[in-house]
């Protein structure tokens, strides 16, 4: 989708903790799985109990069943665990069997489970036996939390293992529609978001991958259309400004013929242009390599363009680019020096780089944000020079030439942000290699430093 984007694509930079959705979706399951096991644990521990202290009261109950048995049938004798008429019976229990009802209880003192069993004689005694938990089964019981704290953790550490895994796949297939659709807003017109996720599943990644392409189709088709009528429109508009400028130039002369020919030759270069930014976001535009002297072609060239402006060559390299596209390059931007800047002008060239600085007020704050933009110009009534189209040039032109073109201004060291700009300068990086695959593409981000 070569040329559709007018501005840069910006990275948004949130303050705070950024964390990736594979680690959320983890801390979700492992945090799930704890709460599930910590439940099920507990559920599990206190089941357990109640069971053995059941089947410890059951016993309990047996035992001094028998005891009663035995000891109305031996007038008196009991066995060794069971007491007679014990001064620790708990009261509530002691009023159970005084009404001839056999009673037990179990009760919690200081983590020690406390079991009673009670049954009354024919004699009017009561015979009761204490007991506790057995250690066979307090032993059980700690070993199973040990079982329920283990599978539990391994519950955790498990659903941890199966978000990085979930969350893992999720992020990648988004992660690879995120560098997609960055692709297609850089110009790329083959990469097709769902295309580039691939997988075999099919989730809500792939209908967002459907929508990002087909709002790119529609934006393309767009953006298309609308350049199509721009280009149509400049390209019949130049035969009516030709015609008006050839009449002009017969009309006898004076300040009215010389103020109509100004407005037609404007008129003119102001077509030319349109034509020229239509053919950029065309993607039709092919560079004509040739080896060159960077720096004395630079030096030549200004030298024609304008005496005034220094040049200076800090160190020579040989280049393959394309001349014309790079002397548009070069002349738009001293033009645009030299229209909103203030003297001296001063181009710099440095291996590759070719720097042009003015010492005027510096580029607007839009313009170091979201790049050249046509038809936008420095003065908010629009009362200012110029349309906004020779940087919107020079950045198609470089996009061509396969370099990078930035703008930033000149402040002084450790100035607060709203003092006043010293100048702005204007970086053409020139590839290393020749390009081999040129075409209008959008503009890097553009660095505001100072």
């Not at 079982?147 to 297939?173: E, F, H, N, T, Y």
């Not at 390209?235 to 037609?264: K, S, W």
């Not at 710099?348 to 110009?377: K, M, N, Q």
């Not at 290699?433 to 660095?447: D, F, N, Q, V």
């Amino acid at each position: 989708m070569r040329g559709i984007l007018r501005h840069p694509v910006r990275r948004m930079e949130r303050v705070g903790l950024r964390t990736g959705l594979r680690w959320k979706v983890s801390a979700a399951i492992a945090l799930v799985a704890g709460l599930v096991a910590i439940v099920l644990s507990l559920v599990v521990h206190n089941a357990a109990r109640v069971s053995m202290l059941d089947n410890a009261r059951e016993l309990a109950n047996d035992r001094v069943l028998m005891a009663q048995r035995n000891y109305e049938l031996n007038r008196g004798r009991v066995f060794p665990y069971i007491k007679v008429d014990d001064a620790e019976l708990p009261a509530a229990l002691r009023e159970k069997v005084e009404r001839g009802r056999r009673a037990s209880d179990v009760s919690e003192h200081g983590g020690t489970a406390d079991i009673w069993a009670a049954v009354p004689a024919k004699d009017g005694h009561v015979l009761s036996l204490h007991s506790h938990l057995p250690d066979r089964s307090t032993d059980m019981l700690q070993d199973l939390d040990q079982a329920l704290v283990i599978g539990s953790v391994a519950v955790v550490i498990g659903g941890s293992a199966l978000g990085v895994l979930i969350g893992g796949q999720l992020s990648r297939r988004l992660r690879k529609a995120a560098d997609a659709a960055t692709q297609t807003a850089n110009g790329e017109t083959d990469i097709r978001v769902q295309e580039a996720i691939g997988g075999v599943v099919r989730d809500e990644t792939d209908e967002l991958a459907r929508a990002v392409d087909a709002m790119a189709d529609a934006l393309r088709q767009r953006l298309e259309a609308e350049r199509r009528v721009t280009a149509d429109i400049a390209h019949e508009l130049r035969t009516p400004v030709t015609g008006l400028l050839t009449a002009a130039e017969l009309l006898p002369p004076g300040r009215p013929t010389e103020l109509v020919l100004d407005r037609a030759k404007a008129m003119r270069t102001l077509v030319e242009d349109v034509l020229e930014v239509a053919r950029l976001d065309g993607a039709s535009e092919r560079a004509e390599l040739q080896d060159i002297m960077l720096g004395e072609f630079v030096a030549r060239r200004v030298a024609v363009k304008d005496p005034d402006v220094t040049v200076r060559v800090v160190h020579e390299s040989e280049v393959t680019t394309d001349p014309r596209r790079l002397e548009r390059v070069l002349f738009n931007l001293l033009a645009n020096a030299a229209r909103h800047g203030r003297p001296p002008v001063e181009v710099t060239v440095e291996g590759r780089v070719i720097r042009v600085r003015d010492h005027g007020p510096g580029f607007p704050e839009e313009l170091l944000a979201e790049g050249p933009s046509r038809f936008r110009t420095g003065s908010k009534d629009r009362a200012g020079q110029g349309h906004g189209l020779g940087l919107t040039i020079a950045a198609g032109q470089a996009r061509v030439l396969g370099a990078r073109l930035t703008f930033r201004n000149v402040r002084p060291v450790g100035a607060p942000p709203g003092v006043p700009a010293e100048g702005a300068v204007a970086v053409l990086w020139l590839p290393e290699h020749a390009p081999t695959s040129t075409g209008s593409y959008p503009m890097l981000p553009a660095s505001g430093g100072s």
